[in-house]
């Protein structure tokens, strides 16, 4: 059975049966935590972080405070502390006072204990935000990967972006500006593989038609391409063919791009305000193909807080990913 399986519910023990009473599944306890279902179990049977209730037989279901306990466990093991060292830690130190029944399954706040050793201030953010940031400080890739398809597929891939991705970047990007040159890696390793996901979410590339091509490129001297990533991702689920260029793509081959794709759209993503160049934004929205009588010109989105200020005259900002897909796709189709 698979463990996506299991977290809807189900334990993994050879039955394949839902597990009666209140709490938590192994699984269940997996997924909030952000690790794999065996690391839950390990830690059961080598330190003695299990359950205190059992429903009979090799079940085990999770209340608050024992996920509370394994939460202190991930937090101290994410500072470096040996896992043995961690575990004695988490049994000693009291467990937070739980105000739900084992069953309401509340969103578990993060305890001061887990927000010393994570270091991430995520907030009020969606659950998952803190299962992907926790596998990401213990740079597991395994865990990492399932947590950010899990949340593409329960949530589609704008939402996932939007709500739970994005939030997590931003809380590793803060805790690298505040830290020197740590946690520089963390934010390495969880951009690859949010942007491995989001090719693996991604269907095959759409065939092209004719003038519905949708062209994405960053400014000239820009290398950050995973919000163009998640762009032609979400069009592609659309239907709509794209021709993606990625980082710091040279001003003569974006204009040669242009030309020879004669798309109907031309993203272009800027991080910073040194790589937005808006005459080159107006440049590229000026140009013609097509025959004599019936020339068209591309439209440009401006995308990226770099393009923040001033509008570029010609082109179009739109707010979002959803309200950029929205636009897109109405031209598209036309």
């Not at 192994?26 to 359950?51: I, M, N, Q, S």
């Not at 997590?168 to 690859?192: C, D, I, M, N, P």
């Not at 109907?264 to 013609?288: D, G, I, K, N, Y």
């Amino acid at each position: 059975m698979s463990e996506s399986r299991e977290a809807e519910g189900t334990e993994a023990d050879g039955t394949g049966a839902a597990v009666p009473g209140g709490g938590l599944t192994t699984g269940e306890v997996a997924r909030r935590l952000g690790v794999a279902p065996t690391t839950v179990r390990t830690w059961d049977h080598r330190y003695g972080l299990g359950p205190a209730r059992h429903t009979g037989g090799r079940h085990r279901r999770w209340t608050p405070e024992d996920v509370a306990r394994l939460e202190r466990m991930c937090a101290l093991t994410a500072t470096g502390i040996p896992p043995a060292e961690a575990a004695r830690l988490a049994r000693e130190t009291p467990a937070p006072d739980a105000r739900s029944a084992p069953d309401a399954r509340p969103r578990p706040a993060l305890t001061p204990s887990s927000r010393a050793g994570s270091g991430l201030r995520l907030g009020d953010a969606r659950q998952e935000c803190k299962g992907i940031a926790r596998a990401a400080l213990r740079l597991d890739a395994a865990a990492l990967d399932r947590l950010l398809l899990d949340a593409i597929r329960d949530h589609g891939l704008i939402a996932a972006w939007t709500e739970v991705i994005v939030p997590t970047l931003q809380a590793v990007g803060r805790k690298w500006e505040t830290s020197g040159e740590r946690y520089v890696e963390v934010e390495h390793f969880l951009s690859w593989h949010v942007s491995g996901a989001l090719r693996r979410a991604a269907p095959d590339t759409v065939p092209d038609r004719p003038g519905a091509t949708v062209v994405l490129a960053c400014a000239p001297g820009e290398n950050h391409t995973l919000a163009l990533e998640v762009l032609s991702a979400a069009l592609a689920e659309r239907g709509i063919a794209v021709r993606m260029f990625g980082g710091a793509l040279p001003v003569e081959s974006l204009i040669a791009a242009v030309r020879r794709t004669g798309p109907a759209a031309v993203a272009l993503w800027a991080q910073s305000r040194t790589t937005a160049s808006r005459p080159l934004a107006q440049h590229v929205a000026s140009m013609e193909w097509g025959v004599r009588g019936a020339r068209r010109s591309p439209l440009v989105l401006t995308l990226g807080p770099g393009w923040t200020g001033r509008p570029t005259p010609g082109t179009a900002r739109p707010h979002g990913l959803a309200d950029t897909v929205q636009a897109l796709e109405g031209l598209a189709s036309r």
